[in-house]
């Protein structure tokens, strides 16, 4: 059953207001201790949709898995039965929350490759406002490699996703949405968000917010697990490109503009 846990007015008001919050002390040591283990197993037993995100020639390496939640018991509490669902519908601004998908971001000591400013919303295939992510990492993260943030991204705009490495547009046709301003050349005009975190702190962003984050250092790794929550305005949005992570099957299960009530999307809040 998960936890309970109060946030207070302004920590809502700033997720609404810049689409980015810290939070602090969410987990425990038992948690903490057990989302470790659980992320060592996955990356002991990565799934068929992991991939190595750096270059061959990096002297990390940038290893990524998605939706392993459902075969990983650590991953299933932190999702289910940590503070992180009452969190998540506080954010958002929802009744109720459910479960999205898992994501699994580690980058090894000495890692080059960055994480290119992005949004995470055009890659999935869900429409709506009410949603939140959670990036929790297991080590310390310095300033210099933590995730960092345009405040007030989410607003609306729609910029064009592409590959991470060749910077190909494989989502959406060429010109169908924005194109990524110049993020680090302007920085009067995109103001970032950006905080160092110890175990057990996390930031929760909007699914449309830009965010991106460097290398890390050659006596640092960065094993950080992402859990993506949806809220009650979610709706199915096939598309008809490969979207990132896939659902197989979901499109013959759940018709375009439905609730997301399917056994892989399960409600976590209200507890019931």
């Known amino acids: 059953m998960a936890r309970t846990h109060a946030l207070d007015a302004a920590t809502v008001e700033a997720y609404t207001a810049d689409g980015a919050v810290v939070l602090r002390g969410v987990f425990n040591a038992s948690e903490l201790a057990q989302l470790e283990r659980g992320i060592e197993h996955n990356l002991a037993h990565l799934s068929p949709l992991a991939l190595v995100a750096s270059e061959t020639d990096d002297p990390g390496r940038f290893v990524e898995d998605f939706c392993t939640w459902q075969d990983n018991p650590a991953y299933q509490h932190i999702l289910c039965d940590s503070a992180l669902p009452h969190i998540a519908a506080q954010l958002m601004q929802s009744r109720g929350a459910r479960i999205y998908h898992d994501h699994l971001l580690v980058k090894e000591p000495g890692t080059r490759q960055p994480t290119p400013w992005h949004q995470d919303q055009p890659y999935y295939n869900v429409s709506g406002r ?19 943030f345009v405040a007030g991204s989410h607003a609306g705009i729609w910029y ?49 917010s830009l965010h991106a984050s460097s290398g890390v250092g050659p006596g640092q790794r960065r094993r950080v697990f992402s859990a993506r929550y949806l809220g009650d305005d979610a709706r199915h949005a096939p598309r008809p490109w490969r979207t990132s992570p896939q659902f197989p099957g979901l499109a013959g299960r759940l018709p375009e503009g439905a609730t997301l009530d399917d056994p892989l999307f399960p409600s976590v809040w209200p507890v019931r």
């Open 160 to 208: 064009m996703p592409r590959t991470f490495r060749d910077q190909q547009a494989k989502w959406f046709p060429e010109g169908a949405l924005a194109e990524l301003p110049a993020i680090e050349a302007e920085p009067e005009r995109f103001g970032q968000l950006a905080w160092a975190l110890e175990p057990g702190d996390c930031v929760a962003f909007h699914m449309l």
């Open 130 to 148: 009410q949603n939140v992510s959670f990036w929790i990492p297991v080590d310390p993260v310095p300033m210099a490699s933590t995730l960092r």
